[in-house]
């Protein structure tokens, strides 16, 4: 499984938001994305995802073009700002729904998957009455329940406590294991270098650096 973008650029109302990128993401790692608000971390993993149409350049998922092979890559979880839960209904019962697109995953799975973010299934609560911590911790389950080959987080700690990170970062290491491509837009540096592989920094739409994490004991003791 990979991601590979060639010469990728965008513009919106004349102003270039991703300007010339060339990448390739391969399974089995887990990719940063660094920079400030407005530097194009969210529109590239909208290209990502096939919810932007490139101005110039392309987006192939294993070889297949966005936009034009395939409409969105075939197997994607995505938290990408404000997921659209059903403020009525209970987090188990929004995610059934969903999960009912595909039909892939059972209510087990997806009760697993609530646990496995720190929320308890059999919580009667609506979404409504869901802190910010909660419906964060419920954008990630939405993502990652069906065992996703790409999985494309953007700020997925915020508003999360500690236990709740580090729940994020066991889901990311299962993740990461059964060999999906893994993108995380973070402005937490610390946090992003223990998640992320390798980190690109992003500027005005282009990539600016890009550092290799060595975890060469953390690698080892595993």
Known sequence: MYIEMKSLSKTIKGAKVLD???LKL??????GLKGKNGSGK???MRAMCG????SSGSVLIDGRE???EISFPPSIGVLIENPAFLTKYTGFKNLKILAGIQNKIDDEKIRQTLQAVGLDPDDKRTYR???LGMKQRLGIACAVMENPDIVLLDEPINALDENGVLLVRGLLKEAKQRGAVIVVACHD???LELLADEIFVMYEGKITDHNVIQKEVEEHEA
């Not at 391969?26 to 990719?31: K, L, P």
Request: aromatic share 8%.
């Open 51 to 54: 919810l932007i149409k490139p």
């Open 189 to 191: 540096t610390e946090e």
């Open 20 to 22: 010339g990128i060339s």
């Open 42 to 44: 969210t529109m590239l």
């Open 66 to 68: 966005l936009g034009k």
């Open 129 to 131: 009455k869901y802190s």
């Open 26 to 31: 391969e399974g089995g790692r887990v990719y």
